[in-house]
């Protein structure tokens, strides 16, 4: 049995459905039963827990051979990546030690200890402890999800038909779709002898969040000027929302870091290895996360 930690969301939703077409038994850890009703008609088993509740993750591990963490606490308001990201997987890695299970982590390309977003530290953190814990382990890391900033751009554009641009829009960065990640992880969850490895996988091409903007409006049909947000605005923002609206700062802190920093990525290496993974470009992966939304008209 594959237990899977965060399967309601992005990611998750793909790998499951993938795994349980392999004909694979896939147990679903969330903290909302109610939104992995698609999932169980999949097959999925569906378990409530939750990564801070250590004594769920051991009742949810028992009988797993295999537990992938693939929950985040970047988007969410009631948690962070120190209480998910950091500890709830290190909690889940304790309960799969204790299950006797190997532990496939999501992580991210470029986490660090010192890093400037606090996201990619957790990841790095929950690293280290798997790699100390003796359990059999792969970390799989990531570039930026493509849904995930669909999602984040695509609120604005939703509801004012204009799409909001962090700062000047123009670093180039490597996005990646979770249906070409999902791929991977489902190789990873198969394969054992890829275990004691940091596996990185990247999308296709670099864009900055400029041109991410213009392909997200062709996507829906929308096509016009931007909005953008100053840097030193967005850090006043990020100072101020903190208490109020958290996730909300910690996307706009990160943004910010994606606006300044070396955000782009070499693939290569990965689709070399596994060139049976899919390639999906930005432009599909957005007509795919953008095609139920209906865009308010511009006054």
């Known amino acids: ?15 499951v459905g993938r795994l349980r077409a392999q004909g694979a038994s896939v147990r679903i850890l969330t903290r909302n039963p109610n939104r992995a009703d698609s999932l169980a008609k999949l097959g999925a088993e569906v378990f409530p827990g939750d990564l801070r509740d250590t004594a769920s ?49 999501m992580s991210i390309v470029g986490a660090a200890p010192n890093h400037p977003i606090g996201l990619f530290r957790a990841k790095h953190e929950a690293e280290e402890y798997l790699r100390r814990s003796g359990v059999g382990w792969t970390v799989v890391r990531s570039t930026a999800f493509i849904e995930t900033w669909a999602g984040i751009m695509g609120q604005p554009l939703r509801s004012s038909g204009r799409t909001v641009v962090f700062g000047r829009g123009d670093n180039p960065i490597n996005f990646v779709s979770v249906t070409d990640v999902a791929a991977l992880v489902e190789r990873v969850v198969a394969d054992a002898s890829l275990r004691a490895q940091i596996i990185e996988i990247g999308g296709t091409a670099s864009v900055s969040f400029n041109e991410f903007a213009v392909m997200l409006e ?10 953008h947000i100053p840097r030193a605005v967005l850090r006043s923002m990020a100072t101020i929302l903190s208490a109020i609206k958290p996730a ?5 802190r990160a943004a910010v870091v994606m606006d300044t920093r070396d955000m782009t990525f070499d693939a290569s290496m990965t689709r070399r290895r596994f060139p049976q993974l899919p390639s999906t470009d930005i432009a599909s992966a957005l007509a ?10 511009r006054p």
């Open 1 to 15: 049995m594959i237990l899977i930690a965060g399967g309601t969301g992005a990611l998750g939703r793909v790998l």
């Open 57 to 105: 993750l051991h009742r949810a591990a028992v009988g797993a051979r295999t537990i992938v963490a693939a929950a985040h606490g970047f988007g969410a308001a009631d948690v962070s990546p120190e209480s998910v990201d950091r500890d709830g997987n290190i909690n889940l890695i304790d309960a799969a030690r204790r299950a006797g299970a190997d532990v496939v982590l």
């Open 218 to 227: 062709r996507a829906v049909g929308c096509a016009g000027p931007a909005r």
């Open 248 to 252: 909300f700062a910690r996307q706009v």
């Open 288 to 297: 795919s996360a953008m095609l139920p939304v209906r865009v308010a008209r």
